[in-house]
């Protein structure tokens, strides 16, 4: 029978954080744990996951599936050198990364239909709507910041966002013009101070609609993101992922978040030089120990 493949995001929405490096190499650990995977490059208008794995030129890339230039998902899936490991390269089809509702949909249907225990979705930076909604099909989101303020603020921005547009859909799909209203002033703590915080909405939102609003509530409290803190050097780089963690508790009503660091390594530079993921090079260097433990934190035992 065919496998139904568990969906990871690996989200970072500042750019240069470590996403299509880590991407490439959790792929790798996972096939080494057993499992058969796909990584996918859905950083649509600057792919490069395929360059990672010293791939130059690719027959067919994810736009030629977007655009309907090929029928199948298969026919853009392409093999690596790594047993279990098969990739699905993005293109540069220029205003793709503006993708319809629609065209998403029917991507994920198909991906769905993969023949894989994990798909890996390298997203893009930033929080345009294309990459917050990729970040809501994944069934588990790794959240990838490094130590410094503004991309653990951007990284929180994010999840506001996120949270905020996970609302939005349900609210929207339930015809709720008041609850919509009400999130919308959410959205604007400064002329709505009163709705600060998640739990503020969620107390104005039960008023309004109360079983709506602990539909809502259902669907962030099964938000569970991993947050990879990346490029840590010292002990109080360790506790930057604390402070978002704090954040998304106070403020955002998320309180499932799980932090798991991820040494600065000078192999991953030396790899990436040779285009090639330092797993295969250097298998015991300390970011490979990380991906290991990585796997082991998403609950896969070899
Ligand atoms: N733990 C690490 N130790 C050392 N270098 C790292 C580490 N993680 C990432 N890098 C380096 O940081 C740079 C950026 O990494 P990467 O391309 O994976 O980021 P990205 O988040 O995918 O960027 P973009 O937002 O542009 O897609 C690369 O040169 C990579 O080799
Ligand atoms: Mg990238």
Known sequence: MAKVPKILGVIGPKGGVGKTTISANLAVALTRAGADVVAMDLDLGSANLHVVFGIKTVRHTLDDFLVNKVASLDEVVLETAVPGLRLIAGGNV???????????????????????DFLLLDLAAGVANNVVDFALIAQKSLLVTTPDVPSLMSLYSFLKTSVYRRLQLL???SGDAELQALLENAGDAEAHPELKTMADFSR?????????????????????????VNRVRTASDMKAGQAISNLMDQFLGLHRGEILSIHEDAAVGMAAARMQPVLLGAPNCAF??????????????S
């Open 288 to 301: 490979a120990r990380d991906m290991q433990r990585l796997v082991q934190a998403l609950g896969v035992r």
């Open 204 to 228: 104005q939102a039960a008023l309004l609609n109360p079983e709506l609003a602990e539909r809502g509530a259902r669907i962030l409290a099964r938000f569970d993101p991993l947050i990879l």
């Open 94 to 116: 220029p205003g793709i990364a503006s993708l319809p509702y629609q065209r998403k949909v029917k991507l994920l249907r198909h991906l769905r239909k993969l023949d894989c």
């Open 171 to 173: 609210f929207k799909s």
